[in-house]
């Protein structure tokens, strides 16, 4: 019996062996072939995601990228990221390799809990999504569009602050931020603006919107599960919206201009084909995420700072209230007005190099290449960060210092300082962030002065900056 029982143990130990030498093999057999760039690949499955993630847990994701330039003495390095094979392409030329490239040697990637948070988009994939998408935005993002937005902004941020600000000794900032860029989108895509109506999208967005960037477990509990239920709940109601628009729209009660809700209505492919209702919900949901997380993260950091920095503070409130003196009561802003805020936009942008709303982002190699003298092998996922630039001493001396006037002139060197992407891959969203994020200045420095009440408040990389806390700030109403 003894026997046996060893018998069996030795099987199983050496069923074990076998199955993690060959986990191990199939794990490297990704990083073999001539002139790969150097550096470490980490666990099987996990890779270096660990140290990856968790130098944004910190609040300091750039260590990740730093500290492998400085081991592998190169600005391209191998890795294993999030169980995939990967490069990161670091610094200037990196930056403007990949966003030339975009749909030639790269295409966008997303991980797989995407398409699973999306099923619609399996129909093809979230890569060709991606392509329609950015061409169905200029038309709702062109010029004469943006100036008749303004106008909107400055009316649903009066009535932000009215409601949530006003009258109240502390904030808790970040979830405001969060509260204004998504009842702004709500407006602007898809013409809802009572708060009642925004409100029951609100929660199940954060719900989705935290749960999109996660390991994918189908689970009960996990925030995957969660993300997937809240996104199904959304998908329903914007369903509901959709056909609602449909009628109203043949009744002429709304016009195809409206928004792009009404936009994507009208809009065919190359074979005149009219996108389905689930299509368009699962596109206005992404332009919510996309249109939401960045510009809260923003505008969360454009207050810590501005709360920091009393002789910034005092720079921009001199601007926007010689803004605000030059209208009379009740107007709005315009177009022309947003043009005259170049210190405040000068701000926001020293903002977004040291806390850059989209740390980065992922490519995929849609064939074998070379770059830097390195061969990067179709399939391999490429990603890029903005911190590789923005915390360069070479791309901004004193990288650590908050200088606005970096921004003045001619700027900085291009695909250096890359918040919205760069290049031909520049983020078509761009203008309008600009916008909101003036838009909100101009609201908050004409009525408050603030103070941070958790000074070393930590700050959170997950994957957006935020403070641990929400950012609390107590109010100082300027006095009429």
């Not at 995939?84 to 809990?113: H, I, M, T």
């Not at 925030?223 to 959304?234: D, G, K």
């Not at 919510?288 to 454009?302: E, K, P, Q, R, V």
């Not at 709303?357 to 003298?373: I, K, S, Y």
Request: net charge positive.
């Amino acid at each position: 019996m003894e026997v046996f029982f060893l018998s069996l143990l030795l099987i199983f130990v050496l069923s074990v062996s076998v199955g993690l030498h060959l986990l191990f093999y199939k794990h490297r057999s990704h990083f073999t072939g001539p002139n790969l760039p150097p550096g470490k690949i980490g666990w099987p499955m996990i890779g270096e995601s660990l140290e990856f993630l968790s130098t944004g847990w910190k609040g300091h994701p750039e260590k990740f990228i730093f500290d492998r330039i400085y081991r592998n003495s190169s600005e391209v390095f191998k890795t294993c990221l999030l169980g995939e094979p990967a490069a990161v392409f670091a610094g200037a030329a990196g930056n403007k390799f990949l966003f030339s490239n975009e749909n030639n040697l790269v295409q966008a990637w997303w991980p797989r809990s995407v398409d699973k948070i999306f099923p619609s988009s399996n129909q093809t994939s979230s890569k060709e999504e991606a392509k329609k998408m950015r061409k169905l935005l200029p038309q709702f993002l062109k010029p004469e569009a943006l100036h008749r937005y303004i106008s909107i902004m400055d009316h649903i941020a009066q009535k932000h602050f009215a409601d949530s600000w006003d009258n109240r000794n502390e904030v808790l900032v970040f979830p405001l931020a969060k509260r204004f860029t998504f009842w702004l989108a709500c407006r602007l895509f898809m013409s809802i603006e009572e708060p009642d109506h925004v409100a029951k999208f609100e929660k199940p967005f954060h719900v989705l919107a935290s749960g999109l960037i996660t390991v994918p477990i189908d689970l009960p509990g996990t925030p995957f599960r969660r993300a997937i239920t809240a996104s199904n709940f959304i998908r329903e109601e914007l369903s509901c919206i959709i056909k609602k628009r449909k009628i109203d729209l043949a009744e002429r009660k709304a016009s195809q201009n409206q928004d792009i809700l009404s936009h994507m209505l009208f809009a065919t492919d190359e074979d005149g084909r009219h996108m389905n209702e689930m299509d368009i919900a699962d596109k206005i949901l992404g332009l919510l995420i996309g249109g939401h997380d960045t510009a809260s993260a923003a505008i969360t950091f454009l207050v810590k700072y501005l709360a920091e920095l009393p002789h910034i503070y005092q720079k921009v409130y001199e601007e926007q209230m010689e803004i605000a003196n030059s209208k009379a009561s009740g107007d709005l802003l315009n177009w022309d007005d947003v043009q005259k805020m170049r210190y405040s936009w000068n701000v926001a942008c020293e903002v977004m190099r040291l806390a850059p709303p989209l740390q980065g982002a992922f490519r995929e190699a849609m064939t074998d290449f070379v770059f830097n003298g390195f061969s990067i092998p179709k399939g391999w996922k490429l990603y890029w960060s903005a911190n590789s630039t923005h915390k360069n001493a070479e791309c901004f001396p004193e990288p650590e210092k908050f200088d606005p006037t970096r921004f003045e002139g001619a700027g900085p060197a291009p695909y250096t300082f890359v918040p919205f992407g760069g290049g031909p891959r520049m983020c078509p969203g761009k203008e309008y962030a600009r916008l909101e994020i003036l838009v909100f200045m101009h609201n908050v420095v004409k009525r408050f002065k603030w103070d941070k009440l958790l000074p070393d408040e930590k700050i959170i990389v997950d994957p957006i900056p935020m403070p641990a806390k929400g950012l609390p700030v107590r109010l100082h109403p300027h006095k009429p």
